[in-house]
């Protein structure tokens, strides 16, 4: 056990959040997403698992990941199928997270289900949650680390 870090952080995720840069994609899916069929086209190549459900997740990846300043959608959500601008409350709770790991209100993006896939493909990797309610698929892009951040223990 490691002191500050999330304990849901596993070591294989730990791994995959160092090894990302600027740019690279992470998709954190609930149960039914094709994880691992998904996971072997992108850069890591093999589904991670997270033990908890997506806003508790979410939490937990935040608490390291750095959104991109540089793009519009730095996170983005899978749209609802026929009702595409109705947000559920999964996703509600997940906007939640990301608020509160920005310390701001930052913009939660959309997109089509089928499209959400495809980008899938071509992230960095996939993390699964045990998120078992529909619709708790998003995608956050990684941003970066200022100079002068303050970093823990420094």
Not at 29 to 38: G, I, Q, Y
Not at 85 to 111: C, D, F, H, M, Y
Not at 125 to 148: A, H, I, N, W
Request: hydrophobic content about 45%; overall charge negative; aromatic content about 8%.
């Amino acid at each position: 056990m490691l002191k500050t870090l999330d304990p849901l952080l596993n070591a294989e995720l730990l791994h995959a959040l160092a090894s990302m840069g600027h740019g690279d994609d992470l998709i954190l899916c609930d149960t039914n997403f094709p994880a691992d069929s998904v996971a072997r086209q992108t850069v890591y190549g093999k589904a991670l698992r997270i033990d908890a459900d997506a806003a508790r997740s979410a939490r937990a990846i935040l608490s390291l990941f750095p959104l991109d300043t540089f793009v519009d959608n730095a996170a983005m959500r899978m749209e609802m199928v026929g009702t595409p601008n109705e947000i559920p409350p999964v996703q509600q709770e997940v906007q939640a997270e990301i608020n509160r790991a920005e310390g701001k209100s930052w913009p939660l993006g959309s997109i089509e289900r089928f499209a959400f896939y495809e980008q899938a493909k071509k992230s960095y990797c996939v993390v699964q949650s045990r998120e078992r309610r529909f619709y708790g698929c998003f995608l956050f892009k990684m941003g970066v680390v200022t100079p002068d951040a303050k970093l823990p223990g420094a």
